[in-house]
């Protein structure tokens, strides 16, 4: 489905993740969309808050975009790892493209990345992207409950993918695709927080 019908008005451990992004220098360039300590998850459904988290989805997605563009740029995978890269940077880019087209003029300008080692070395790049994707399941999942319906049932056919994504990475690492039968969700703010620990966001 993902049309732009939504907007009528105008788990596990980081630990992995932090130990492969804190080598790569990764930086957004720029504010946050939300600001320092906007909680997007504290409101009841509504129109607008649709609008907030799915800023934050389109940061997220804005992010592994660029992750994966940069890492096909720079020629260094092979194999498995560069056809997954292929994929699913067309995906995510078909995520963005979505997601800024439900958020019209809220969507604001793209951020610029800078990922470092992670995008230059096959092996950081398989962590990284396992980790990524794996942010991105926990992210979403986190937000679901406080969507209107009409955007959680869109919400969920891009978490599905990134699910995918995240099995098929693991897969490829030798780590287990489905290691539990529920997955938790994450606050956006914690993610956030963990994502600029990592210097992938400042």
């Known amino acids: 489905m993902m049309d732009s019908s939504i907007d009528s008005e105008p788990g596990r451990s980081r630990s992995s993740f932090l130990r492969v992004a804190a080598g790569t220098g990764a930086v957004l360039a720029g504010s946050l969309v939300f600001g320092r300590d906007l909680a997007v998850s504290e409101a009841a459904p509504s129109a607008a808050q649709d609008r907030r988290i799915f800023q934050f989805a389109l940061l997220l997605e804005q992010l592994q975009a660029a992750f994966y563009s940069e890492a096909l740029e720079r020629g260094a995978l092979r194999g498995d790892l560069l056809e997954f890269a292929k994929v699913v940077r067309g995906h995510e880019r078909a995520h963005v493209a979505f997601l800024r087209k439900v958020l019209g003029p809220a969507a604001g300008p793209t951020p610029t990345f800078h990922f470092g080692d992670a995008t230059r070395d096959a092996q950081r790049f398989g962590a990284a992207a396992h980790d990524l994707e794996n942010v991105g399941v926990a992210a979403y999942n986190g937000q679901g409950a406080e969507l209107t319906a009409g ?22 690492l030798g780590v287990a695709p489905a290691p539990r039968a529920a ?10 927080r963990q994502l600029k620990a990592t210097g992938f966001l400042r």
């Open 151 to 172: 955007a959680l049932t869109q919400a969920a056919e891009i978490v599905s993918v990134e699910g995918r994504h995240a099995a098929w990475i693991g897969a490829l």
């Open 183 to 192: 997955d938790p969700g994450a606050d956006a703010n914690a993610v956030l």
